[in-house]
């Protein structure tokens, strides 16, 4: 049980919620689905006060009916998820700037990408990315 895990249950069995674990995303999270926005604004309020969470509220509106997930990250977790993520865009963008701008040459822009991933520190990722050894 991870220090997530902990502090959610507690957390829930304090305040009497409904909370799921949720295992297809990225990151491992936890959901709570509030009643009305009354119930979610003091589930929000209640979360933020917490350290070391990261919360996302996810509404869908509609003119029938009104529904909200909120969503409950490790914030270390969720940092390390977002870092990536940036790193992974900018070896794309300099993939798809370098293929574009020289006439599509895609050796030529896989060695502009490998070169901003070596810039930004990414040589794992970039391998991970082209599948090179």
Same mark, same amino acid.
């Given at each position: 049980? =991870? ?7 507690q957390?829930?069995?304090?305040h009497?919620?409904?909370?799921t ?16 926005r009354? +119930? ?5 309020? =209640? ?7 990261k ?13 909200? =997930?909120?969503y409950?990250f ?21 993939y798809? +700037? ?11 822009a ?21 599948r090179t050894?």
């Amino acid at each position: 049980m =991870t220090a997530l895990d902990k502090k959610i249950n507690q957390l829930a069995a304090r305040h009497r919620w409904n909370v799921t674990p949720v295992h297809d995303r990225f990151i491992p999270c936890y959901s709570i689905v509030p009643m009305d926005r009354q +119930e979610r604004d003091r589930i929000k309020a =209640t979360l933020d006060r917490c350290k070391g969470l990261k919360v996302k509220v996810e509404q869908v509106f509609s003119p029938y009916a009104w529904t909200c =997930t909120i969503y409950v990250f490790d914030l270390a977790e969720w940092n390390a998820q977002q870092e990536r993520s940036r790193r992974e865009w900018a070896i794309v963008n300099a993939y798809s +700037e370098a293929y574009h701008f020289n006439g599509h040459d895609s050796a030529g822009a896989k060695l502009a990408a490998q070169h901003k991933a070596a810039e930004i520190g990414a040589l794992d990722l970039f391998r991970q990315m082209y599948r090179t050894a």
